[in-house]
């Protein structure tokens, strides 16, 4: 009988001791889901600085590889790596695998890997979203950077042609007003030659 009850206290004990390392693991949990929530803003605000500086990377990766496709692929590849960062930084890996833990590890540990993929998931979906919004923003911001030099080769070649144009209608212009003078001052010499002719002749005769 004394057994009996050694054993029962001793049932009691275990039971209490894993319902005290189970509300211990809970509290690790809650603290963790506290530090994730605190540090999401951060990742958000991280990740936005990001993608704000990107057009300035995608600049810089155009400047030193001097193709478009490349440096997309480039600026592709370094936010793949960012992302692969942020998730083993939302999921580090236990330091036991799972199936080697009991059940009542396993299973809030499972909860906490689901979470952490649901963040992961939403900053996936903002990156896209904030992605694919201004994709065709950077896109128009290149394609006119590409093709600054030749507008600006354009409208400096229309420059000088209209320059060119309007010093020849300039000129046009002079020639056909000293044109027209001496045209109206021979009209007044052919006037006062006749005239003179005439009183000659009538005074003569």
């Known amino acids: 009988m004394l057994l009996l009850l050694l054993l029962i206290l001793l049932l009691l004990l275990l039971l209490l001791l894993?319902?005290?390392?189970?509300?211990?693991l809970l509290l690790l949990l809650l603290l963790q889901l506290l530090l994730l929530l605190l540090l999401l803003p951060l990742l958000l605000l991280l990740l936005q600085l990001l993608l704000l500086l990107q057009q300035q990377v995608l600049l810089l990766l155009?400047?030193?590889?001097?193709?478009?496709?490349?440096?997309?692929?480039l600026l592709l590849l370094l936010l793949l790596l960012l992302i692969l960062l942020l998730l083993r930084l939302l999921l580090p890996l236990p330091p036991v695998p799972l199936p080697l833990l009991?059940?009542?590890l396993t299973i809030p540990l499972l909860l906490l890997l689901l979470l952490r993929l649901l963040l992961l998931l939403l900053l996936l979906l903002y990156y896209y979203y904030y992605y694919y919004?201004?994709?065709?923003?950077y896109y128009y911001y290149y394609y006119y950077y590409y093709n600054y030099?030749?507008?600006?080769?354009?409208?400096?070649?229309?420059?000088?042609?209209?320059?060119?144009?309007?010093?020849?209608?300039?000129?046009?212009?002079?020639?056909?007003?000293?044109?027209?003078?001496?045209?109206?001052?021979?009209?007044?010499?052919?006037?006062?030659?006749?005239y003179y002719y005439?009183?000659?002749?009538?005074?003569?005769y």
């Not at 590889?65 to 490349?70: G, H, L, S, V």
């Not at 919004?133 to 923003?137: A, G, H, Q, S, W």
Request: charged share 5%; aromatic share 62%; glycine share 0%.
């Open 18 to 24: 894993l319902l005290l390392l189970l509300l211990l």
């Open 62 to 73: 155009l400047w030193c590889c001097n193709c478009y496709c490349t440096a997309t692929a």
């Open 102 to 104: 009991p059940v009542s």
């Open 133 to 137: 919004l201004y994709y065709d923003y």
């Open 149 to 194: 030099d030749y507008y600006y080769d354009y409208d400096y070649y229309y420059y000088y042609y209209y320059y060119y144009y309007y010093l020849y209608y300039y000129y046009a212009s002079n020639y056909y007003y000293y044109y027209y003078y001496y045209y109206y001052y021979y009209n007044d010499y052919y006037y006062y030659y006749y």
């Open 198 to 204: 005439y009183y000659y002749y009538y005074y003569y």
